[in-house]
T-cell receptor
Framework: SQKIEQNSEALNIQEGKTATLTCNYT??????LQWYRQDPGRGPVFLLL?????KEKRKERLKVTFDTTLKQSLFHITASQPADSATYLC??????????????FGTGTRLLVSP | NAGVTQTPKFQVLKTGQSMTLQCAQD?????MYWYRQDPGMGLRLIYY???????DKGEVPNGYNVSRLNKREFSLRLESAAPSQTSVYFC??????????FGEGSRLTVL
C-alpha cells in the first residue's frame, strides 16, 4: 500500500543545534516533494519544494534533501531557535500524469526547540 | 491581500444537520481544495477543483458535496452531518502545480 511516514514522536532539541526531520514514502514515485510548517490552530504554510532531479534545496537556515533511491526526504533547520517550534509536514504529488496536483500529506513531526 | 479566507472558523452541529463551509481566495488561482485534518491522520483531500466549473473527488469524499461558484469561491457542504465528520477543515488554493496556500481552518464539532 502507499504510505508517507513522518516520525510521530516530537523532536526536542536545544537552541542553536540542527534539527533533522525525516519523511519516508512507500509505493510512490513523486515528481516533487514539499515541506510545510503548521503552528497550533493555524493553517499550514509552505516552506520548500524539491524536485526529483534535485538532490538538495536551501532557503536561509532550511535545507531539504530528496533521495529517490531511499525514498526519503530530510528536512534540516540549522541554528534552530525557539520560534522554529512547530509541526512540520511533508507532502508529495503522487501522479503528475494527470497534469494536476493532489498532494498527499504526512502526519507531521512536532519540533520543540528549547532555549 | 487576504489570501484564502474560510468561514465560519468554528461551528457546532447536531447529527443530521446540514451546513456549508465557505472559502474564497484572492490570488487568481486556478485550483482549489478542501482537506480535513484529524489527529494521527494528517491532511486528507476531500474534493478539489482544477479550474472554474470542474470538481472531482479526493481521498475521502463521502458525506460531502462541493460547488466551485466562480474562480474565487469553493464551498463544501455537509448535507447530513455525522460525528465522524468532526474535524478541522482547511481550504487551499494554488496554481496548477506548486505550493498550496491554506486558510486558517474551520473547526467543526458534530454532536
Amino acid at each position: 500500500s502507499q504510505k508517507i511516514e513522518q516520525n510521530s514522536e516530537a523532536l526536542n532539541i536545544q537552541e542553536g543545534k540542527t534539527a533533522t526531520l525525516t519523511c519516508n514514502y512507500t509505493n510512490y514515485s513523486p515528481a516533487y516533494l514539499q515541506w510545510y510548517r503548521q503552528d497550533p490552530g493555524r493553517g499550514p504554510v509552505f516552506l520548500l519544494l524539491i524536485r526529483e532531479n534535485e538532490k538538495e534545496k536551501r532557503k536561509e537556515r532550511l535545507k531539504v534533501t530528496f533521495d529517490t533511491t531511499l525514498k526519503q526526504s530530510l528536512f534540516h533547520i540549522t541554528a534552530s531557535q525557539p520560534a522554529d517550534s512547530a509541526t512540520y509536514l511533508c507532502a508529495l504529488e503522487p501522479d503528475m500524469n494527470t497534469g494536476f496536483q493532489k498532494l498527499v500529506f504526512g502526519t507531521g513531526t512536532r519540533l520543540l526547540v528549547s532555549p | 491581500n487576504a489570501g484564502v479566507t474560510q468561514t465560519p472558523k468554528f461551528q457546532v452541529l447536531k447529527t443530521g444537520q446540514s451546513m456549508t463551509l465557505q472559502c474564497a481566495q484572492d490570488m487568481n488561482h486556478n485550483s482549489m481544495y478542501w482537506y480535513r485534518q484529524d489527529p494521527g491522520m494528517g491532511l486528507r483531500l476531500i474534493y478539489y477543483s482544477a479550474s472554474e466549473g470542474t470538481t472531482d473527488k479526493g481521498e475521502v469524499p463521502n458525506g460531502y458535496n462541493v460547488s466551485r461558484l466562480n474562480k474565487r469561491e469553493f464551498s463544501l457542504r455537509l448535507e447530513s452531518a455525522a460525528p465522524s465528520q468532526t474535524s478541522v477543515y482547511f481550504c487551499a488554493s494554488s496554481w496548477t502545480t506548486g505550493e498550496l496556500f491554506f486558510g486558517e481552518g474551520s473547526r467543526l464539532t458534530v454532536l
